[in-house]
């Protein structure tokens, strides 16, 4: 497993109790994870092999304005073994080409089991490429060839074709064909349309799936396409395809996710996750031919479900 910044923080926040805060450094945000315990504050940083004296001297800083105690390590990344000359603190030293711990410091021993599990447990793992985000795509264009090979076209789907693969028409859906509320979710109306949609999946499915797990992503994926779906038969009476009520379903659980975590994660998450969803309604509003009705629905139940897990995630 390629360690870095994302993936260690992530595990941190997800799976022993930290949250995340920021610290300037140069003009610009870095994460620092934080612990409370017993002795204070338990803070952990990365930086790279060019800056990480400087680093933690402003995290250090940072650290000494919460007036608390505190134990500050320095996870730093390197490309060689070459022993990194650095000021006398707590601190790790991951080579990245080798996926190995070169140095740990006694007071960040526990840093140092945390990587070796992340890079052991990857080596028993299934590959990445059978993540759910990347079977997701998968499935859709493979649904897609096989759409634009009855259609004879790439650009422009046929509209039979799309109805008698499953799109969403309401009588078909409302005289029991209940199966097109998902099988919508899959076909997409041309090479652009498919393009736009696996784009913003990509983009956004990874933290999802990194965020909720695998059971919670998918239940939320599906859900979301679901209702969208439903929401659309019922206001709107045209045929529709594609999967972007189920990926507004993922700006939902994203937004409420930054907004309920803003405290550990910054505002920063939720204010660009907020931009993004109201730069697609705008989009939606003005462009002819989108679903509206199926992006709110999508966006609804996935910020509703986002908010049932988050909250019970915090009772246990």
């Not at 105690?69 to 022993?83: G, R």
């Not at 089991?113 to 759910?132: F, G, H, Q, Y």
């Not at 989108?290 to 009772?315: E, P, Q, T, V």
Request: net charge neutral; proline share 1%; with cysteine.
């Amino acid at each position: 497993m390629a360690v870095n910044e994302k993936k260690l923080f992530n595990l941190l926040l997800k799976q022993y109790g930290f949250y995340i805060d920021e610290y300037e450094f140069e003009g610009k945000k870095k994460w620092i994870a934080l612990k409370d315990t017993d002795g204070g504050l338990y803070a952990v940083i990365t930086s790279d092999e060019e800056e990480y004296n400087k680093c933690y001297y402003h995290a250090e800083q940072f650290l000494k304005s919460k007036n608390v105690s505190f134990s500050l390590n320095n996870v730093i990344f390197t490309k060689s073994n070459k022993q990194v000359q650095t000021d006398d603190y707590n601190k790790l030293i991951f080579n990245t080409k080798e996926n190995s711990v070169i140095y740990c410091s006694s007071a960040s021993d526990v840093l140092s089991r945390i990587i070796n599990m992340m890079t052991n447990n990857e080596k028993s793992r299934l590959p990445l490429a059978l993540n759910v985000t990347n079977i997701l795509i998968l499935i859709n264009i493979i649904i897609f060839v096989v759409s634009c090979y009855l259609s004879h076209s790439i650009i422009d789907i046929n509209t039979y074709v799309l109805v008698a693969m499953g799109a969403k028409v309401d009588s078909y859906i409302w005289s029991g064909e209940i199966y097109r509320l998902v099988t919508a979710m899959f076909l997409h109306g041309g090479l652009i349309h498919i393009f736009f949609n696996m784009y913003a999946l990509y983009s956004l499915g990874y933290i999802i799936e990194d965020v909720f797990g695998k059971k919670q992503y998918m239940i939320i994926y599906f859900l979301s396409g679901i209702c969208s779906n439903l929401l659309s038969a019922v206001i709107s009476p045209y045929v529709s395809v594609g999967s972007s009520g189920a990926i507004f379903g993922l700006f939902g659980a994203a937004a409420v996710f930054g907004f309920m975590e803003k405290d550990k994660i910054g505002k920063s998450f939720f204010n660009n996750m907020a931009s993004v969803i109201f730069v697609n309604i705008i989009i939606g509003f003005s462009q002819p031919n989108i679903d509206n009705a199926a992006h709110f629905g999508g966006l609804a139940c996935g910020a509703i479900l986002s908010y049932i897990i988050l909250r019970k995630r915090a009772k246990v």
